[in-house]
């Protein structure tokens, strides 16, 4: 634990919004608090720059889990992080689109205050195509916009096949396709926006109906694990859509991709980090805003988010000693 309080800002969606039994950064923050850091909440919309130098407006924030009275909100006020704030997470959901990317730069900015995960290579690494550079990990996998492709790869296939934005979030705009559906084509349509958006196709994996697991990884090391079980109904497993936390280890195929893919996210700076894995086959790099602790913790009677503060605080205190 730091030797004194330290000053963390939260820069994330709005926080009445937060599941407060789901939400990996309320418990982040609850965490902070609970050691006597002060905690702020910071919407990415009052990020700016004043004299070349990254400034927020600032909320203090009072939060206990409590549903419908999970915060207590205290003055707000605008300064400028590096003069004010130790550290800085950036949580906010995708899509990284105009607005998450000026704010990922705004906080590149930032020279005294530690930011979390490193503003640089969010931006650099696509949670979708970054996977890619993994590519002996992955199974068959096309990014196009063009929907005729799509329906040749899904020939190619056998008749089957997943797609996907590659800003989505939470499973937002996944599609199961079959050959032979008469929707086929508006599908297409859509997921690519009539040409207009890039879309990721992938093999359809049926070990998903076993569970796709997510891995967290805390400066590219293990940390815990879940199986997301999709219902019956749906074809996607995320926990928001139906899907059930299951206990899981990790078995050689995931241990196999940590080994991989570890080191490079150690090395970018992408110190919480949650990745997606089916049937041993990588499929996603979350690195924006990934979720699953609280899952963890219940299933595994552990306490994550102690961990990410642990060595938040060390890298606050190696950044004052440098």
């Known amino acids: 634990m730091a030797a004194t309080p330290l000053h963390l800002a939260f820069v994330m969606d709005p926080i009445e919004a937060v ?6 950064t309320f418990v982040l923050m609850l965490e ?5 850091h002060h905690v702020y909440y910071v919407d990415p919309s009052s990020l700016g720059v004043r004299q070349g130098e990254a400034e927020a407006v600032v909320t203090p924030v009072t939060l206990q889990k409590e549903t419908g009275n999970h915060v207590e909100r205290g003055d707000s006020r605008r300064v400028l992080l590096d003069e004010a704030m130790d550290l800085a997470f950036q949580r906010v959901d995708p899509p990284v689109d105009a607005d998450y990317t000026i704010a990922t730069q705004i906080l590149a900015l930032c020279r005294r205050t530690v930011v979390l995960n490193r503003p640089d290579s969010i931006l650099a690494y696509n949670e979708k195509l970054f996977a890619l ?22 020939a190619q296939l056998g008749g089957e096949m997943i797609v996907k934005p590659l800003n989505g979030k939470g499973g937002e705009g996944i599609f199961h396709l079959i050959e032979g559906d008469r929707n086929l084509t508006s ?7 009539f040409g207009a958006n890039w879309t990721m196709a992938q093999r359809y994996l049926p070990q998903v109906r076993e569970g796709d697991k997510r891995i967290l990884l805390l400066e590219g090391e293990f940390l815990g694990a879940v199986l997301r079980v ?3 109904s749906e074809s ?14 990790l078995d050689r195929d995931d241990r196999r991709i940590l080994d991989a893919v570890g080191p490079v996210l150690a090395r970018e700076g992408l110190f919480f980090v949650g990745i997606d894995v089916i049937g041993g086959k990588l499929t996603e790099i979350n690195v924006t805003s990934p979720t699953g602790v609280q899952e963890v913790n219940a299933l595994e009677s552990v306490c994550l988010e102690a961990r990410v503060i642990d060595r938040a605080e060390t890298l606050v205190a190696s950044r004052k000693t440098s």
């Open 19 to 24: 599941s407060i039994d789901e939400d990996t």
């Open 32 to 36: 902070a608090q609970r050691r006597g």
């Open 133 to 154: 550079q993994f590519r002996d990990l992955m199974t068959d996998t096309i990014v196009t916009r063009r929907a005729s492709e799509l329906r040749e790869f899904l």
């Open 187 to 193: 599908l297409l349509e859509q997921a690519t926006g």
């Open 230 to 232: 999709p219902a019956e």
């Open 236 to 249: 996607r497993a995320n926990l928001h859509v139906g899907g059930k936390a299951v206990k899981t280890e």
